[in-house]
């Protein structure tokens, strides 16, 4: 399907369009709250901006408004695009990934001493490891506005690192905002980290190079994780690990918020007052304790931040702001730029290698050079 097609159903898996049945026989909530004249039809403007794009998409009979039933089908294709929604009714998750041949997985790993599906991780291995020493770990931790998304896509974005033979990948699952507020996100991802330094030997980890990835909402956990490694008050009680580091060794944040203090005009639905259980606005305060920006200092690992330089949803200043307060705390820390790029889906090859050029750098001690260079999204 073309760019322009994934790009606008990524960005309604990101804030939130797509968390309605796709069998309801009546207006979503969002469509009701959205319906500002009431009138049973959504007139553009009415949109909010971030989902404005997506209007010719969803007024399929093209007459200028989307009706109840434009927007259940709407909805209906985007669950379709994630998976089955779960008898349970938690947001679904997503097909097993079709792997190639010379990868092995391990699906469904409790890092939380827990039986819930989100608190498991899913390792990689390659079938063609290049030493049978214990290898580097990258685990990507998904996006979705902490409210959508699961570990199962994760693996599109870690299998240039498991196909090169050098490491283990790694997809961790948490707790989305419908099921937990803020900080059980956090906590959740500290957990699997101790658990890979915990475990790791058993499955070829080393436990002393793991390297985290994210993207959007994940961008801002890696975030955290990088630069909260010894904030006591964040770590939580999961799992039989709690006296174990979740320090990570490399951290590449892609388009993830920095600081929500700058998210002033959320909205009271809006998916940082979903994470938080408050606007940033009313609670200033936890707004703070939320923000990777907040917690850096100069132990911090090696940071690599890519971001569109016209996303619409992420503004690219986050990122700027991030890369200056890591590099005032002397921080090795690069920012790519990609011009003209939205939110994610950069539909170009500079991205991957660039990310596993930073990963090679830092977790392998290649003598390799990552381009701070701009990339040009296509």
Request: include cysteine.
């Amino acid at each position: 399907m073309a760019r322009c097609v994934w790009g606008c159903v990524a960005m309604a898996l990101l804030l939130g369009w797509g968390s309605g049945s796709a069998v309801a026989q009546e207006a979503s909530g969002e469509f009701r709250r959205w319906d500002a004249n009431s009138d049973g039809q959504l007139a553009r403007d009415e949109l909010p901006e971030f989902f404005r794009p997506l209007f010719e998409r969803i007024d399929a009979d093209s007459n200028g408004t989307i009706s109840p039933e434009e927007d259940r089908r709407f909805r209906g294709r985007v669950i379709s695009a994630g998976g089955t929604a779960s008898a349970e009714g938690r947001p679904p998750m997503n097909p097993m990934p079709r792997l190639p041949d010379s990868v092995r997985v391990e699906f469904d790993i409790p890092y939380a001493g827990t039986d819930n599906p989100k608190q498991k991780l899913d390792l990689y291995f390659s079938k063609n490891a290049k030493s049978d020493k214990p290898l580097p770990v990258v685990a990507f931790i998904h996006g979705g506005a902490w409210q959508q998304g699961d570990r199962r896509g994760g693996f599109r974005m870690i299998e240039p690192m498991v196909a090169s033979g050098d490491y283990v990948g790694c997809s961790i699952g948490y707790r989305l905002s419908g099921e937990a507020i803020w900080p059980a996100q956090i906590e959740d991802c500290k957990a699997a980290v101790r658990w890979l330094r915990a475990h790791g030997k058993e499955h070829g980890i080393d436990p002393e190079r793991i390297g985290v990835m994210g993207s959007s909402a994940g961008g801002h956990l890696v975030g955290m994780l990088g630069t909260t490694g010894g904030v006591t008050e964040l770590e939580g009680s999961l799992g039989a690990d709690t006296s174990t580091s979740s320090r990570v060794q490399a951290v590449v944040d892609l388009f993830g918020p920095a600081d929500f203090g700058a998210f002033m005009l959320e909205a009271p639905q809006g998916p940082v007052a979903r994470l938080l259980g408050a606007t940033p606005q009313s609670k200033p305060e936890l707004a703070k304790a939320a923000s990777p920006i907040s917690y850096v200092s100069k132990d911090d690992p090696p940071f690599l931040i890519i971001h569109g330089s016209k996303d619409p949803v992420v503004p690219y200043s986050q990122s700027v702001a991030f890369e200056e307060a890591l590099e005032k705390a002397g921080v090795d820390t690069m920012l790519v730029k990609v011009v003209d790029g939205g939110h994610g889906n950069f539909n170009t090859p500079a991205v991957p290698e660039r990310i596993k050029a930073f990963f090679d750098k830092h977790l392998l001690g290649r003598d390799v050079k990552v381009g701070t260079e701009a990339i040009i999204a296509k």
